[in-house]
């Protein structure tokens, strides 16, 4: 049964970093991706890496500040999470698709492209 579990979330102060994992099953997705859901509002894209690690994109909100990377050898993808702000508090997912389509207009961003979801893991950057 293919599963992904995350792992790292937790509370920190905001300014503040966090390391999340997702362990996979092995299976080579052609994409996985991090969305996040905070109360009350709909879940939205994070980012989202290629198997190869060799294309990430990022939503505006978080490029300069999250890292997303690959480590195939492991069957993990991380998130570096840095100079984190009190609106980075949400439930994370961790994602991965067969049939993600990346690059400029891809559909990435999209939830519904995803058809492998995680449970989620807590952050809660406090001010």
């Known amino acids: 049964q293919v599963q992904l579990v995350e792992s790292g979330g937790g509370e920190v102060q905001a300014g503040g970093s966090l390391r999340l994992s997702c362990a996979d099953s092995?299976?080579?997705?052609?994409?996985m991706a991090w969305f996040r859901q905070a109360p009350g509002k709909e879940r939205e894209f994070v980012a989202v890496?290629?198997?190869?690690?060799?294309?990430?994109y990022y939503a505006d909100s978080v490029v300069g500040r999250f890292t997303i990377s690959r480590d195939n050898a492991k069957n993990l993808m991380q998130l570096e999470m840095n100079s984190l702000k009190p609106g980075d508090t949400a439930v994370y997912y961790c994602a991965a698709g067969e049939h993600v389509l990346l690059g400029h207009g891809g559909t990435y961003a999209d939830a519904r492209e995803y058809e492998t979801w995680g449970r989620g893991i807590q952050v809660t950057v406090t001010s």
């Open positions: 092995g299976r080579a997705y052609y994409a």
């Open positions: 890496s290629s198997w190869s690690g060799g294309m990430t």
